[in-house]
Every structure is written in structure tokens, then in C-alpha cells.
């Protein structure tokens, strides 16, 4: 089901949720949470990926696309780090249907200037574990708390809403995270972001943190996962599923070192899996992706959930003939191409089964019997065993070496 929604001045199709169940197996299909927020912090965090800098026009751009897909919260950058930074963070302030963040130290400066910016929340941050308060913070656990609370409080009496993150809180004595958390709830925090900031978590380490931090205050709570392990994603659907409201992501997963959950891939499975309302239009997703992909210079890997080439792509000939009969046989079921955006691909290579090839033929313009399927099946899994690429053209070769009838003309449409 769709509708339309108005995205300022244009018009586009946004999807209705829907819930899709698992038709069989042992998975259960009852959700431990029913909503899920995004935080998306391409622009910043994902910008603090080595060698990759966003433009200006390119910080719009995104930001434009990011605020048409339902995105909730946009950290639009760091706005004391530069004047072009400043201006793009105000500019998409200004512009954007969702809230707009800015990022800022407990340093008054940082809080002037994000504030200076017209931004709807302001993010604060400060270290917390023993290894960042003496070697990064150089600041000790009482000037620590009397900044956060002080920074804090600030934010507060402007109006704004402020989030604050107590920076390795992985990584931090428990106790002491209990202290800061209820010192600056306190001093009116609205929300409190878990960040896994060196991405040493596991899904079930983390989930027990979140409720930790849940006893602790009454404030929303947010996390912030990075992928040093590869479990950025797992992690942020493990703190949904503990009780946060809502993850931080960026797309395609840039950022610091490894990067972060990837927007794509907790959007996807929080609706698909847990059937949560994300509020996303994720027929958006792939072009989204591809935008950050081309902006920010960082491929998109063929094998990346979601968004990757291979995503919806099938060379196996079992796989790919139960996908042409039931695409639920070898897909997850629950999660299609046409959810992301995407279209589905039967590959021609070494694995591939005589229904791919027929199938291919017949788009091309061939009719072939059964007996000349196998015959170009077996020339296409002998030329795909050199590495060579099954082309179109080189299909139609194979074709016409074998006689088979074929409609000239379409063949020719096929070919270009």
C-alpha cells in the first residue's frame, strides 16, 4: 500500500507500513518493539570517515534526500569545526522537515556556535572511560560531570532539545557511567545516546547496558554503534529490542575506522524482521545509497546487505529457479528489491541452470527448444568458468552457433 506525502514543495510516494511474516520456521514472529526512530549521522560521523569530505552542495543534497525518506533526526555536522561547516548545518536547519542536530564538546564555545546555528537539538558529548579521561579528555571525573551538567543545562534554557553522550560508555566503569547519566538527566538532558565508540560490544553485552542505563534515567534513550567487529547493526537492533528509542546510523555504514550500523541495514530489519514501523520510505534506500556512494568516494561492496549488487543477485541454477517460481525460496521473504528500491538479477556464470538461460534467451528474443537450452547452459557454465562475462551479445552467439529460431528484431533490442 502506498500514499502520497508532501516533502516541502514536491510530491512523493511514501510506502505504508505493512507487517510480513515469516511463513514457517522456528524464528518467532512477535517484535519486541513496535517503533523504531533514526538518527542519521552521515553527515557528520559518516563524514569522519578517512579521506572523505562532504561539499557543501553535497551536505544539502544529502540531507534533502535523508528528510524526504522520513528520516527522524539529522546531525548535519560539527558546526564550530569550520565557517562552511557552520553554514551547511544552519542552511539544512533551516530547510529540513526533521530535526536537525549539531554536534558540540562541553565546551562553551561548541555550545554557542551549534546553538548559533539555528539547530533543533544539540548533541554533547564527553568521554567517560578511565583510557579517554586521561589520555584524550586530560580532564578528571569531577570536571567531567560539572561540564556535561553545566553544558547541559545551557542547551536546556534556550529551548532546544539536547542530547548527551558519554563518550566509550562501552568502555566505562560502570558506576561512574551511572553517576554521569543521572547527574546530567538531572540537569534536564532529553535524551541519553549509548555510544559504542570503539565498537567493542556484542548484541547481548550491549542490550544488558541499555537497560542498565535505563534504570538510571528517565530520559529517551539512543545508541550509537561502530563496526570494528562487524557488529555495529546487530548491536543497534539489540538496543531497540532492550528498550531504546532510537539508533544512530549512517548510510551505507561510513564513518570513523569501520564505520557505523549501517541506515540501511537496521531500517530493513527492524521493519522486516521485527515488522516495526521505522517510518522510512525504503523504496528510497538504494538511491539514497547510491548518492553517499558517489559523494563520498567509498564503494559500495557487491556482498553489502541491502543496497549491494549481489543483494537480490542469483547465478546457482537451484537458487535462481526457485527464486523464477517463489523469489520467498531463496530471498529472505520478507524483504524484497522492489522494498529498497532495487531489481532483481538472474546472473549468467559457471553456476548457472538451464531455467536462467531460457529465461535470458526468450528476453533476448530466442525461442529455443529444451534441447538447445542445455546446449548453450553448458557453453555459458564453461565460458563462466574462465572468469569471462556473460554478456548479452555473447548469450546470442551462443544462440545463433547453435541455431536456434529467434525473433531478429527483438534480438536486436535485446543486444542494445
Known sequence: MYREVQCHTTWRIRRLRRRIE?????????SEFATARIFDTTLRDGEQAPRTSFSYADKRAVATELDEAGVHVIEAGFPV??????????????????TVCGLARVVEGDIETALDAGVDMVHVFASTSEVQLADS?????EEVIERSVESVQRVTETGADVMFSPMDATRTERAYLAEVVEAVTAAGADWINIPDTCGVATPTRFADLVEFVGEHTDARIDVHTHDDFGLASANALAGFEAGADQAQVSVTGIGERAGNAAFEQVVMAAESIHGADTGIDTTAISEIAAMVEARSGIDIPPNAPVIGANAFAHESGIHAAGV????ATFEPGVMTPEMVGAEREFVLGKHTGTHSVRKRLEEIGFDPTDTEVRAV?????????????????RLAAFAEDHDIDAERERVTEGRA
Open 324 to 327: 523464477m517460481e517463489n523469489s
Open 137 to 141: 579528555m586530560h580532564a578528571t571525573r
Open 22 to 30: 515469516f511463513s514457517h520456521g522456528t524464528l518467532r514472529t512477535d
Open 81 to 98: 569545526n569550520s565557517d562552511a561547516e557552520f553554514e551547511a548545518v544552519a542552511d539544512i536547519a533551516t530547510h529540513s522537515d526533521a
Open 377 to 393: 547452459t553448458r557453453e555459458v557454465k564453461d565460458t563462466g568458468a574462465t572468469g569471462t562475462d556473460i554478456t548479452d551479445e
